[in-house]
């Protein structure tokens, strides 16, 4: 059969679907899908992404042949192509579905022109940064997908999973990404400074400042929106926003920690209209991406580190990504500070409380205001209680900063570890460290010394 014969035989498997989906699912999946030529009673056709390739024969590939059967009277097979856009030529790659068992996944965008950072945003959060793999292979491609086409592309994105998982980075990626590749206003904001925006327009009578500012952006970036649950009034205006955006085709993207079947109290019509869009997990890296994750790491800090090395600290850390790099980092400290150069031997004695660290969900809350409170020569009690002197609200906050960042608690249950505590001074201390740390480069280090003297402490009781 010519070639030619195969190529109507797929313009008119396009018709049938198009008249099947409607336009605008059509649109989505098939407007990029470019016919290539036919092979051994098969056609063969070019797609933007791996990402793409995946829904089209997950979701679609079953349709597609039947179709072509009832046209060709034949058994007509679909093998795809990623075709990866560079900035002047196209540049194909040839991924047989039918033997690819792990294909690559696709090459994050290069920025073209570097532009002033963007204030919200930290400015090593990219897609250069961060290494897409198998386990995060399909939030990594969505990602990039929205990065390129805001609003017009998996509109909303909702990307969830545990703590550590690169949520965050993944999420400011797409914001520094169309930051400093367009003209497009980006606002990345966590669930609590959105709560307390909202909170403070209504005590100043100023509502109107508020839905301005964020109904009135091309990108929204929301993080962490598990905290809305149980506040009606939040997500209330979350709903309205969120159709702002949506109606006028702007993106909207969110993290959450947990898929949104698992969201309590939940608007049902917030949780609908997540589904109009596209929502992916993230999941602790594999072994082999746990070495690159750590090599990238490594190459980022101008640090040599043997395979040994990264190949103990990938089999020996297996809670989540920040941990994985809080091990490197710690044994990159010590060899600077000792001025030796990193060896396995060092590496095993070094890091051997954090391996046999235990996992963060069975860490509880006083062990962290235990050892915080004994870093800055302060009793338990003192963080407890309701004394409001500098070093004392500094070390407070500090530890509930630390409580979020290693434990599964929400900030109710950090709340009533602190004597009681509401969840709204809980987050407002979480977002002052937060702050601090984009002007204290000094408090990182702090940070890191704390969580690790808290690690050590638990593994010894």
């Not at 970036?221 to 085709?249: C, G, P, R, W, Y």
């Amino acid at each position: 059969m010519a070639e030619l014969d195969y190529e109507g035989f797929w313009k008119e498997t396009l018709i049938q679907l198009r008249n099947d989906l409607g336009e605008e699912e059509f649109s989505g999946w098939f407007s990029d899908l470019k016919y290539l030529r036919a092979g051994n009673n098969s056609i063969v056709v070019g797609v933007p992404s791996k990402f793409h390739r995946d829904k089209v024969i997950s979701s679609y590939q079953c349709a597609i042949i039947t179709i072509l059967k009832s046209i060709s009277g034949e058994e007509i097979n679909l093998e795809h192509e990623i075709i990866k856009q560079g900035p002047q030529k196209k540049e194909t790659q040839p991924v047989k579905t039918s033997t690819a068992e792990n294909p690559p996944a696709e090459k994050a965008p290069k920025p073209k022109e570097k532009r002033d950072r963007h204030s919200q945003l930290q400015e090593n959060f990219t897609f250069e940064n961060y290494v897409i793999g198998e386990t995060n292979g399909m939030a990594g491609n969505a990602a990039i997908a929205v990065s390129r086409n805001p609003g017009k592309t998996y509109n909303p994105l909702l990307i969830f999973g545990g703590v550590g998982l690169g949520k965050t980075h993944l999420m400011q990626a797409i914001g520094n990404y169309v930051h400093e590749n367009s003209d497009n206003k980006v606002i990345y904001t966590t669930s609590e400074n959105f709560l307390n925006e909202f909170v403070q327009a209504i005590q100043d009578n100023k509502p109107n400042y508020f839905k301005n500012k964020f109904r009135y952006t091309d990108v929204l970036l929301i993080d962490d929106i598990q905290f809305f649950q149980n506040k009606d009034k939040i997500q209330e205006e979350l709903f309205h926003t969120f159709n702002a955006l949506f109606d006028s085709k702007k993106q909207l993207v969110f993290t959450c920690d947990r898929p949104v079947s698992e969201l309590k109290t939940f608007s049902e019509r917030i949780i609908s209209r997540f589904g109009l869009g596209l929502i992916v997990d993230l999941q602790f890296p594999r072994y082999e991406e746990r070495c690159a994750i750590l090599k990238k790491e490594a190459e980022s800090k101008n640090a040599d580190i043997p395979f040994e090395v990264i190949d103990l600290i990938s089999s020996n850390v297996s809670s989540n990504i920040r941990d994985l790099k809080f091990a490197l980092n710690t044994l990159i400290a010590f060899t600077v500070l000792m001025k030796k150069p990193i060896t396995l031997e060092i590496a095993q004695q070094q890091l051997k409380n954090i391996f046999n660290a235990p996992r963060q969900a069975n860490l509880s809350m006083d062990k962290i205001i235990r050892v915080t409170a004994e870093y800055f020569s302060l009793t338990p009690n003192d963080l407890k209680g309701r004394k409001r002197t500098q070093n004392i609200v500094f070390a407070r906050q500090l530890a509930m900063y630390i409580g979020k960042e290693m434990t599964e608690y929400s900030t109710t249950e950090i709340g009533q570890d602190f004597g009681g505590k509401d969840h709204t001074t809980v987050m407002y201390s979480i977002q002052k460290i937060k702050e601090k740390l984009l002007t204290d480069p000094t408090l990182e280090l702090t940070i890191e010394t704390i969580i690790r003297s808290i690690k050590e402490f638990s593994a010894k009781n």
